[in-house]
């Protein structure tokens, strides 16, 4: 097992290098000049654009720039703002505040999906699977940004059930709906997944043998069916975790949460390449922490693994 989570670490290395120059480089390589994009219509004065671009180290080539980039990551330094603001600051205020939305969205996903999966497998072709397969393939096939902007209108402005925006309020009520639009898309995934696992697991040579011994309809799908369905379903939420982080961005826009996803969105609108490639980086790193956490766990139930 050691050598099965060394030889994962090692495998990290290369892939955090890679993402981190991709980005790097799609940032700071795309066409204009961030630090004259600062200075809008009016400019910089040339002064000024100069202690800039010294200052973000803009004016050395791009290798070096990506170089001292990593240098500072590894010591735990995100860079600086355009405002002058430490970014690690910025992402330790942003941070607790989606940790909560990407939470309140795995359990609303984890929970729906689960349950409507298995009653949609054990009654697979029936009336109630039928309809909620159309369910989910109308929530896959809708933009999350147009689900969200309809359940702002909806739920928020005309039935006024929950604010239409969090802003400075966050709490588990605010963040109920954003959490449901966030969920959505892996509902419908978690749900297609689960019904087709526990109806291929129904005809289980084992599952059977547990019915054939005389063991209760209840037992049965709860031990025998359940249990082997949950595997892929467990690992999915798993690596689901990273992308919620990532596709918080559009929700945190639409209903103005100040969290990560919303400090990405003001930064790409303000144009500020420090916080765009920090923030992404940040992200990045959560991703992979959740990929390899979820990789030790899979490996802990089942041994094979470990060996393939």
Same mark, same amino acid.
């Given at each position: 097992m050691a050598w099965y989570a060394a030889r994962r670490l090692l495998q990290l290395i290369p892939v955090f290098l890679g993402a981190t120059l991709l980005i790097y480089a799609m940032v700071f390589l795309l066409p204009g000049d961030p630090i004259a994009a600062l200075g809008g219509d009016r400019g910089l004065p040339?002064?000024?654009?100069?202690? $800039? !671009?010294?200052?973000?180290? +803009?004016?050395?080539?791009f290798l070096v720039q990506y170089g001292l980039y990593l240098k500072g990551l590894l010591t735990g330094d995100f860079g600086m703002s355009f405002s002058r603001r430490p970014v690690a600051d910025l992402l330790a205020a942003a941070f607790p505040t989606t940790l909560k939305l990407?939470?309140?969205? +795995?359990?609303i996903e984890a929970?729906?999906?689960?349950?409507?999966?298995?009653?949609?497998?054990? !009654?697979?072709?029936?009336?109630?699977?039928?309809?909620? $397969?159309v369910i989910s393939l109308v929530l896959i096939a809708v933009p999350i940004f147009v689900l969200g902007f309809a359940a702002q209108v909806l739920f928020g402005v005309r +039935?006024?059930?929950v604010p239409p925006t969090v802003g400075g309020n966050v709490s588990f009520r605010t963040l109920i709906l954003p959490a449901i639009v966030l969920a959505s898309v892996s509902f419908a995934y978690i749900l297609r997944l689960t019904r087709t696992t526990v109806a291929e697991n129904r005809t289980a040579d084992h599952v059977r043998t547990a019915t054939a011994k005389g063991l209760s309809g209840r037992r049965v799908t709860g031990v025998h069916v359940l249990r082997n369905s949950?595997?892929?379903?467990?690992?999915?939420?798993?690596t689901d975790v990273g992308a919620l982080l990532g596709g918080a961005v559009v929700t945190e826009g639409i209903f103005n949460i100040p969290g990560v996803g919303? $400090?990405?969105?003001?930064a790409i609108n303000r144009h500020e390449a420090p916080t765009i490639v920090s923030v992404t980086t940040f992200l990045v790193i959560v991703y992979?922490?959740?990929?390899l956490i979820v990789d030790l766990l899979y490996a802990v139930l089942d041994p094979r693994i470990r060996y393939a």
């Open positions: 040339p002064a000024v654009a100069e202690q $800039l !671009r010294a200052q973000y180290h +803009l004016d050395q080539p990407a939470g309140l969205t +795995l359990v929970v729906a999906g689960i349950g409507v999966g298995l009653w949609a497998g054990i !009654r697979k072709g029936g009336i109630f699977d039928s309809t909620f $397969l +039935l006024g059930w949950l595997i892929p379903v467990v690992t999915y939420l798993g919303n $400090l990405l969105f003001s992979l922490i959740s990929n």
